[in-house]
């Protein structure tokens, strides 16, 4: 049976730090609240609101959250990855640096 495993290989993944990601983050955000109709999807789907947005960026798991807006949504991730200059691949990086699987017991 051949493997069809379509994941880069390691030394071809983007290599960067947890500094990184987090900066490619808040680039998302700032993306985001550049439009206020993104903006506006954002807080619809979070379930937050303009007041409390602030707030909810200081809280643990927060950054992860907005990567997994943007992969959640294939058109949005190209515009930010064209307008920001990264590629696609290292946003998902940024994703898994920020949100790791979960350890099985």
Do not use: W
Request: net charge negative; hydrophobic share 50%.
């Amino acid at each position: 049976m051949e493997n069809f495993d379509f994941r880069p290989s390691p030394a071809k993944q983007p290599q960067l730090s947890k500094a990184a990601a987090e900066s490619i983050a808040i680039e998302v955000l700032t993306f985001l609240a550049g439009n206020p109709a993104r903006l506006d999807r954002f807080l619809a789907l979070s379930g937050l609101g303009r007041d409390n947005l602030r707030g909810a960026a200081r809280e643990p798991g927060f950054l992860a959250a907005i990567l997994d807006h943007l992969a959640a949504d294939e058109s949005l991730l190209l515009a930010f990855a064209a307008n920001a200059g990264h590629a696609p691949a290292t946003i998902a990086k940024a994703r898994d640096i920020l949100s790791p699987p979960a350890e099985m017991p």
